[in-house]
């Protein structure tokens, strides 16, 4: 899931006004911006399939750092520290719940891959909305507007929708599988990802600043 976990942050955004935006937007992301620097560095595993492009193809086989609900809340306590220390408590405890929003989401579309613990004898789950790639295209988009339009402050509205969908066509051939081919390694992938979650950070995080 990619913008849809930002539909999650407009929504805290609007709940907790005293909150700096920026750090919302950092924390319902923290996961996908954990999970590259740890593929990259070899403590998380990802596997492409050369002949699939789409998003249930990708084999997310060991990441239970990035995105398990317990040790990857423990890790976003960390960052959640310094910010409920230099920002304020209140804004450490919504980074940290940003960060498991992120997770609950995921559970959404992910196939049975998701780790609860993120150690020992785990359990792992996922709806699989994935497995039906063009229904999970529409309705991460639906799930995006439908928040975007009721949580955002009107004046927002139509350039956060504006960036949303340009994300999400961006992202178009990993759910309709336009290619054919994949066009990403896992390396690739995860530097993709990285990439994509904070651009789309900066820009909405500009936006809320009042562009
Ligand atoms: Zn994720």
Redesign the pocket.
């Known amino acids: ?1 990619f913008i849809g976990h930002f539909a999650a942050a407009y929504l805290l955004i609007a709940l907790f006004p005293s909150v700096p935006p920026l750090v919302i937007l950092f924390g319902v992301s923290f ?2 911006l954990l ?1 590259p620097v740890l593929v990259l560095t070899g403590k998380e595993r990802v596997t492409v399939s050369p002949d699939n492009p789409l998003q249930n193809a990708i084999g997310f086989t060991s990441y239970p750092f990035s ?1 398990s609900l317990v040790t990857g809340s423990l890790i976003a306590a960390i960052p959640g520290l310094f910010i409920a220390y230099f920002v304020s408590p209140l804004a450490g405890i919504v980074f940290v719940a940003a960060s498991a929003s ?1 997770w609950l989401l ?1 559970v959404v579309t992910h196939v049975k891959d998701l780790p609860v613990l993120g150690t020992g004898r785990d359990i792992k789950v996922g709806l699989g909305l994935w497995n039906y790639p063009r229904s999970a295209f529409v309705l991460e988009l639906v799930f995006y507007t439908v928040i975007t339009v009721l949580v955002v402050q009107p004046f927002m509205v139509v350039t956060l929708l504006a960036l949303g969908f340009a994300f999400h066509l961006i992202n178009a051939n990993s759910f309709l599988g336009f290619s054919k081919k994949n066009p990403f390694t896992a390396r690739g992938y995860a530097v993709a990802a990285l990439f994509g979650f904070l651009t789309f950070i900066g820009i909405a995080a500009w936006i809320f600043a009042g562009m």
């Open positions: 899931m996961p996908d999970w995105h992120h995921d």
